[in-house]
């Protein structure tokens, strides 16, 4: 690509990290209203018509500003007719009183969550179950939790009856995923999962 018409894009919650590189430093924060509602339309190709109502003021008020949560509920929504908005919204409600794991105090990011889970499950069961074959597959029990030599881990009620996946990465250490969407860290000898802190 010619020089000067291309851009890098790195994300980080290090503030100092642009200043390191030479680069603009953009904080990232919340949409207002006005703001949250013009990208859920984007997102969910209603630039010029009329958003579903009164599902999509519900689903803003779930999503409280939150840039990828709005993005991926608008990007499951696109092209589809009404009766799906609304089951987003019962799925939002549901999700949103969930949490994955112990939440972390001071964390108030479940809305994200809330949006990974509903926008996972709108794929075809195909597209959900499908873990590379170095992954161990576990199905979550009603209670939220994976079976582990013997023993059980909490990891949400959000994901009740669903395949997640487990990735080594240390002895000790998984890598938790639904879908392709990284949930935490499962620790086997201390038998404890950690979620992953999103900014």
């Given amino acids: 690509m010619p020089s000067g018409h291309?851009?890098?894009?790195?994300?980080s919650r290090d503030k100092g990290f642009a200043g390191s590189l030479g680069a603009k430093n953009y904080?990232?924060?919340?949409?207002?209203?006005?703001q949250a509602r013009t990208f859920l339309a984007r997102w969910s190709g209603f630039e010029?018509?009329?958003l579903p109502e009164p599902y999509a003021s519900e689903i803003l008020a779930e999503c409280k500003g939150l840039v990828l949560g709005?993005?991926?509920?608008?990007?499951?929504?696109?092209?589809?007719?009404?009766?799906?908005?609304?089951d987003m919204v019962v799925g939002l409600k549901k999700?949103?009183?969930?949490?994955?794991?112990?939440?972390?105090?001071?964390?108030?990011?479940q809305t994200l969550h809330a949006s990974i889970a509903v926008s996972v499950n709108a794929l075809d069961r195909e597209n959900k179950t499908r873990y590379p074959r170095s992954f161990q597959a576990r199905r979550v029990n009603n209670s939220?939790?994976?079976?582990?030599?013997?023993?059980?881990?909490?990891?949400s009620e959000v994901f009740c009856n669903e395949e997640i996946g487990l990735e080594q990465m240390d002895e000790d250490v998984h890598s938790v995923f639904f879908c392709n969407t990284e949930l935490g860290e499962f620790n086997t000898s201390e038998m404890?999962?950690?979620p992953v802190l999103r900014p």
């Fill in 6 to 11: 291309s851009r890098l894009l790195y994300t």
């Fill in 27 to 34: 904080e990232v924060g919340f949409l207002d209203p006005e």
């Fill in 48 to 50: 010029k018509r009329p």
């Fill in 70 to 86: 709005l993005a991926m509920v608008g990007a499951t929504l696109r092209a589809q007719p009404e009766q799906e908005w609304a």
């Fill in 95 to 109: 999700a949103r009183l969930k949490e994955i794991g112990i939440r972390p105090g001071g964390y108030a990011y």
């Fill in 144 to 155: 939220g939790d994976i079976s582990w030599h013997k023993g059980r881990v909490f990891v």
């Fill in 192 to 194: 404890r999962f950690r």
